[in-house]
């Protein structure tokens, strides 16, 4: 029999050099080598001390793998607490596009970095469009229905991803936009709306929102409501051009065609704001 002090080196020696290889070998069944194609496989120089940067020492696994579970598991057999695996991702990232992921709403709703995240494959899922995309959907179907009505971003069409607009780590914005305000959101591909206008539009220069909807709507340019009653939210029916559109809801009493069910832009076509000197009404 070994003397104690002998087994405890041994053991000491264990925990400074995990023996994961040994065991984890590659099979079809789990593919865990694949992981020395990221750069995970490189952490901690690479080899089994990459496994421990996130399963963590496991002494005790090492020592009986099938009574034990790792420090830290993602499943299948055993299933760290949340906030536990996530917090093993966390001890490197938690800074630039991390940082708000404490508090951010996926977190709140108690998603793991792993609900999206997939380590051990060579390209994570993430990192691709499809792969995003898919993975988005499988959760959010308010959103891919949106995306299928006749007006909509061409988010399938791979021309804009929803992660353009959402940081899915979280954000300290509404929604967790990436930018500052949901207009800056917008304006980061379409300039020209941002201005500067001699005669802006108020509610164009507050939220593009009260008009559109970003994901997907039934009218076309993304709008939220029907000609002028996008228009009579806000602006009252009652002095001009109206509802009813018949020659008595105009100051001259005639029928012009261009009022009789028609729609404010007609005349108001400059709706984002205008420049020029006289388009005070956002006529031209
Ligand atoms: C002595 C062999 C042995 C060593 C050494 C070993 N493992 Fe394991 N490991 C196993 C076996 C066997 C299983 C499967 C257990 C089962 O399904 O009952 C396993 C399962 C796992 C799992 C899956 C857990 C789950 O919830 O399904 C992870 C993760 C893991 N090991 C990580 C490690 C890491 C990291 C190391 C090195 C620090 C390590 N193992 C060292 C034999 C070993
Ligand atoms: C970047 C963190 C990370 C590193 C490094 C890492 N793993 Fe994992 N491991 C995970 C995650 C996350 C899962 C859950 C499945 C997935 O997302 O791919 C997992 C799953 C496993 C499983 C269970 C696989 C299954 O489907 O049955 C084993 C076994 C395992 N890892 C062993 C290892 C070994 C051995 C190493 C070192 C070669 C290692 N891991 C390195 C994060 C990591
Ligand atoms: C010991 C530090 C460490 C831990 C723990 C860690 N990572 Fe990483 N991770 C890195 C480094 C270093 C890189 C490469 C540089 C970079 O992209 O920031 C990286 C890259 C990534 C990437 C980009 C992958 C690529 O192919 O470019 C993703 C996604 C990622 N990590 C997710 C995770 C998740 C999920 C976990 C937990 C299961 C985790 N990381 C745990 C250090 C770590
Ligand atoms: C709801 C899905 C989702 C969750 C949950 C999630 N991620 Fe991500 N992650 C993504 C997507 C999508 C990307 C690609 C971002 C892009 O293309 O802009 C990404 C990219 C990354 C990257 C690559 C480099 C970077 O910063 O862009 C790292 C590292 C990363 N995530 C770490 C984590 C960690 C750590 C957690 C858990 C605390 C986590 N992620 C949780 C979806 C998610
Ligand atoms: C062009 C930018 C943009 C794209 C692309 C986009 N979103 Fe959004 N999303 C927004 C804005 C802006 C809001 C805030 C709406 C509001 O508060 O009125 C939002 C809100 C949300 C919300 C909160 C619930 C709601 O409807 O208010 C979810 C969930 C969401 N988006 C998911 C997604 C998913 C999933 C994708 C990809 C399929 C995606 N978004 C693509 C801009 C975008
Ligand atoms: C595992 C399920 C799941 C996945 C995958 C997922 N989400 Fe979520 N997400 C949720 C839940 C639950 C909420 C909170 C309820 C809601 O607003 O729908 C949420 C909320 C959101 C919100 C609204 C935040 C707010 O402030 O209201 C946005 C934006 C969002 N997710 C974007 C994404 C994007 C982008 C992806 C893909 C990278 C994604 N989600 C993947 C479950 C998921
Ligand atoms: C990542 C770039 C990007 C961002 C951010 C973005 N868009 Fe777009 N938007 C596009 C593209 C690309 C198109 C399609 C243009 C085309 O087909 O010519 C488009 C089209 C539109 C259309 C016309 C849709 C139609 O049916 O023709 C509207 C309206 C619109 N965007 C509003 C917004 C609003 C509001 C925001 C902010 C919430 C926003 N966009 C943010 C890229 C973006
Ligand atoms: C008061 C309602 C309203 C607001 C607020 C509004 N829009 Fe529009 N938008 C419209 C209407 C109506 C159309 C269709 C008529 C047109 O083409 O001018 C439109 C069309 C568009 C189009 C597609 C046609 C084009 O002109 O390129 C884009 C892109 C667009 N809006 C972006 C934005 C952005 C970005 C914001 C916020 C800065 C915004 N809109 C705010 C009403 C609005
Ligand atoms: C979310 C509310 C809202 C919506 C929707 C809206 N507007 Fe406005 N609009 C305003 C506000 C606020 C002003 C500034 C009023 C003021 O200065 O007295 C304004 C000003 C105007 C003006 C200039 C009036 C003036 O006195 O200078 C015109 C013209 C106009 N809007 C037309 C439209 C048209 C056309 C639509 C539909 C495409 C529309 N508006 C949708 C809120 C809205
Ligand atoms: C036939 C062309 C035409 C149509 C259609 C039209 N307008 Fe006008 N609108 C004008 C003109 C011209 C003015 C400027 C009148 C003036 O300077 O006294 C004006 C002025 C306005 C003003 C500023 C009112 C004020 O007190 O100075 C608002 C707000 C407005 N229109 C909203 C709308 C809305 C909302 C609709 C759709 C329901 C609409 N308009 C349809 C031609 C039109």
């Known amino acids: 029999m070994a003397a104690p002090a002998a087994v405890a080196q041994e053991a000491e020696e264990a925990a400074a050099e995990p023996r994961c290889l040994m065991c984890h070998r590659e099979t079809a069944d789990q593919p865990v080598h ?28 090492q020592r009986g793998p099938t009574r034990n579970a790792p420090d830290v598991s993602f499943g299948p057999k055993w299933e760290s607490a949340t906030a536990d695996s996530n917090g093993a991702c966390l001890t490197c990232h938690q800074k630039e596009e991390q940082m708000f992921w404490l508090g951010g709403v996926h977190e709140q709703e108690d998603l793991a970095c792993t609900s999206c995240h997939d380590s051990h ?26 995306m299928r009505l006749p007006s909509r971003h061409p988010i399938l069409e791979g021309k804009t991803a929803c992660t353009d607009c959402h940081n899915p780590h979280g954000a300290a914005t509404e929604a967790m936009l990436t930018a500052p ?5 917008c304006y980061e591909c379409h300039q020209e709306k941002r201005g ?15 008009c559109h909807n970003p994901h997907g709507t039934v009218q076309p340019n993304l709008l939220t409501a029907r000609g002028p009653f996008q228009c009579q939210q806000c602006h009252s029916a009652a002095f001009h051009p109206s509802v009813a559109y018949d020659g008595r809801s105009t100051t001259s009493g005639s029928s012009n065609q261009y009022v009789l069910g028609k729609n404010c832009l007609n005349c108001h076509s400059q709706v984002h704001g205008s420049n020029h000197p006289s388009g005070a009404r956002l006529t031209r």
């Open 34 to 61: 694949a992981i020395f194609r990221t750069p995970h496989g490189q952490l901690e120089g690479g080899g089994a001390a990459s496994c421990v940067s996130c399963h963590g020492a496991s002494d005790d696994h």
């Open 121 to 146: 494959t060579p390209r994570d899922p993430m990192l691709t469009a499809a792969g995003q995309l898919e993975n988005c959907l499988s959760c959010h179907t308010r959103q891919q229905a949106q």
């Open 196 to 210: 500067p206008f001699l005669w802006e539009h108020q509610p164009v220069t507050e939220n593009c929102g009260y």
């Open 181 to 185: 305000t949901l207009n800056d959101n």
